[in-house]
């Protein structure tokens, strides 16, 4: 079985004002970079077997102190990229939580494409549940960190506990927060949501031999 540690990116400059989707170059400001440190140390009991990332700034660099604590390479995959907002992308969440296709991304998401070529949440959940089986093949019995956004990590969590894609927005996942999966046959399990303190509970499971550390660095693929 394997065990997955799911990581919110920290906080940025335009976290809760802007949309800003697979915008490059948002980057974790000084109390996003506060977060990675705390983050690193909360893991300090946990000896990882792999760390992932979205290649977008901000998720690489909450796990950056992570990773150089571990020994790790941070390796980027593309199926833990924010969903692309299309024409929505850079936008106010002000303005964007007034409109009637808010409602709909609320209430039916199911239903939901960002407009202007964007992608769809049932597309973002379909990634999500492959990648799943990708890394329950890959990591046997490993301890796994995953570094993704918002959407993303509640996605997840909803796929895993079996819940109607329409109600997925009922999970609050906060910045810089860790939800740990246990993807196990026959049944995933969910074994902690949105937590950001102590997870020295999850110590005792020994690393199997062949989860051997990496190098540092950054790594696609």
């Known amino acids: 079985m394997t065990t997955l540690f799911v990581i919110r990116h920290g906080l940025t400059a335009h976290t809760g004002k802007l949309l800003y989707g697979r915008m490059r170059g948002i980057e974790l400001d000084g109390r996003g970079r506060a977060q990675a440190e705390a983050l690193a140390r909360r893991f300090e009991p946990i000896r990882l077997t792999a760390i992932y990332a979205s290649p977008l700034e901000r998720c690489v660099q909450t796990v950056e102190p992570l990773a150089a604590a571990q020994g790790l390479p941070i390796r980027e995959r593309e199926a833990w990229i924010e969903m692309d907002a299309g024409a929505w992308t850079g936008r106010s969440l002000g303005r964007l939580r007034r409109t009637r296709a808010w409602r709909e991304v609320q209430g039916s998401p199911s239903t939901f494409r960002f407009p202007g070529g964007g992608e769809g949440f049932a597309e973002a959940l379909a990634r999500i549940a492959a990648e799943l089986r990708w890394i329950a093949r890959r990591h046997r019995r490993g301890r796994v960190a995953v570094a993704t956004h918002g959407d993303i990590a509640r996605l997840l969590l909803a796929y895993v506990q079996a819940m109607p894609l ?6 609050v996942v906060d910045p810089a927060s860790v939800s740990v999966v246990r993807l196990a046959a026959p049944e995933p399990k969910v074994l902690l949501v949105n937590d950001t303190g102590d997870l020295g509970r999850f110590a005792r499971e020994p690393a199997p ?12 693929g």
């Open 166 to 171: 329409d109600r997925f927005q009922r999970i």
């Open 209 to 220: 031999p062949w989860e051997a550390a990496g190098r540092r660095g950054r790594v696609r």
